[in-house]
């Protein structure tokens, strides 16, 4: 097992390493902006370095700052979290070139799923399932033309992007024009890349994701997520086991994943969209995912640590011989401080944030009483998990949860996240990605 592992990144995702790296018994090292100094993560780890500097590109995106301070730390591998440089791979290279490991997978898988249409053509020559789309788009007169051939309403989606940015909707040869200025805008802006494709866009699809490890050997499903509960495209609901459609329909979904992605070395998730009776790809994410606990919770596993394993040599077949059963259910829903209103990010500081301690309550907090919600990070506050033998019971849990935690300072999303878990459409599981728009 690694002695000294810096974990390059921030927040709840950095306890969550920090928390891992204790109970393999091998040392961390925090990482901190100059405006995160104070945050829980900093004195949880065993060491720290500042990342001189506040902005996101100067700090937790900035590879060469972070491989410097690997070194100067001592450290002998880096775990990227999730977000930031964690699915970058010249930076997983620059890791490995300073003498460390890169807790992840193999650059390689990192370039191939990278890039979406890239990653799309690999999954359906390997036999995986995908909805309708296109390849890149390189001019006008290919936009109109893939358009036409696929059929609208069209989603017009950053080629190298993620996380739901920049993602717009054509309805008709009308408003393409403009969602395409929109997207490549943005995909420039916000991931230095302008390229483009086109995907049919699924009105009132699930949004099912395949949780998988793996150590270039053996490759394991780790059973599904539920995340169809989103805004501006991003999750703010998930659960486990996914509801209302078939254990047999989900199992074959993993055989062909597990299929299509022979000697992939490290935690990923496979994304799609259940349409009809029938699940496409959408993406995959070569990384820890956010919403990991949700699994955690239902399989008794640590992910994290069995990545860490992983990534120090130890082979999946004895860590793991057996997949283990789906033991009850588990919610997760995400706290953020933002306006409940229009749902755009709420900074400010923390006068009050307090969270309860209970029983099948799992709550994962990037901040304690007193910190700074800043404007220049994810405004994620905490996951909060519910785990119950029942579904019904799983909910319950959260609920109390949520309305538990106290929070001034910042506006939150809290009253949002209750009337979705008490409404009797989640409660009936009649789940789609048009679920909250619908509630609003």
Not at 7 to 27: D, F, H, K, T
Not at 62 to 77: F, H, Q, S, Y
Not at 261 to 266: F, I, T
Request: aromatic share 6%.
């Amino acid at each position: 097992m690694f002695e000294r592992v810096l974990v390059a990144n921030r927040g709840a995702v950095a306890r969550r390493i920090i928390r891992a790296c204790n109970s393999l018994q091998c040392e961390s090292v925090a990482v901190y902006s100059d405006i995160d100094a104070a945050l829980p993560h900093v004195a949880e780890a065993s060491h720290a370095e500042r990342l001189p500097g506040y902005q996101p590109v100067d700090t937790y995106l900035n590879g060469e700052t972070i491989v410097a301070a690997a070194r100067r730390a001592k450290a002998d591998a880096v775990h990227p979290g999730y977000g930031f440089l964690a699915e970058n791979p010249d930076f997983a290279r620059d890791v490995e070139a300073a003498g460390m490991k890169f807790i992840g997978p193999a650059a390689t898988w990192l370039e191939r799923m990278g890039e979406k249409t890239q990653a799309r053509q690999w999954m359906q020559a390997n036999g995986f399932p995908v909805h309708a789309g296109s390849e890149v788009i390189r001019d006008q007169a290919m936009l109109v033309k893939a358009a036409e051939t696929i059929g609208y309403p069209v989603m017009l989606k950053p080629a190298a992007g993620g996380g739901g940015i920049g993602m717009t909707v054509a309805d008709d040869p009308g408003s393409l024009k403009a969602a395409y200025a929109t997207t490549t805008s943005l995909a420039e802006r916000t991931f230095g890349r302008s390229t483009v494709f086109l995907e049919k866009f699924l009105q009132r699809s699930r949004h099912i994701e395949v949780q998988l490890i793996g150590d270039g050997e053996t490759l394991m499903a780790l059973y599904e997520r539920d995340c169809s509960v989103q805004r501006r495209h991003q999750k703010i609901v998930e659960e486990s086991p996914a509801p209302e459609i078939q254990r047999s329909d989900i199992d074959d979904l993993s055989s062909r994943a597990v299929e299509a992605l022979v000697g992939y070395d490290s935690l990923g998730t496979v994304e799609t969209l259940y349409n009809e009776g029938r699940f496409g790809f959408l993406e995959m994410n070569t990384r820890l995912q956010v919403e990991h606990g949700v699994t955690e919770e239902v399989t008794g596993l640590d992910l994290v640590g069995l990545q860490m394993r992983i990534a120090s040599g130890d082979r999946l077949s004895t860590l793991l011989p057996d997949r283990p059963e789906i033991d009850g259910y588990a919610v997760e829903a995400r706290l953020y401080a933002e306006d409940p209103e229009s749902l755009l990010p709420c900074p400010g500081h923390l006068s009050v944030f307090r969270v309860p301690d209970m029983v099948s309550v799992r709550i994962e907090a990037s901040y304690r009483e007193g910190n700074t919600v800043t404007p220049y990070y994810d405004p994620l506050l905490a996951k909060v998990i519910g785990k119950g033998a029942t579904r019904e019971a799983a909910i319950a849990r959260a609920l109390i949860a949520l309305r538990a935690i106290e929070v001034k300072g910042v506006k939150t999303n809290a009253q949002l996240l209750c009337r979705i878990l008490e409404s009797a459409r989640f409660i009936e599981a009649k789940l789609d990605t048009d679920f909250l728009s619908d509630l609003l």
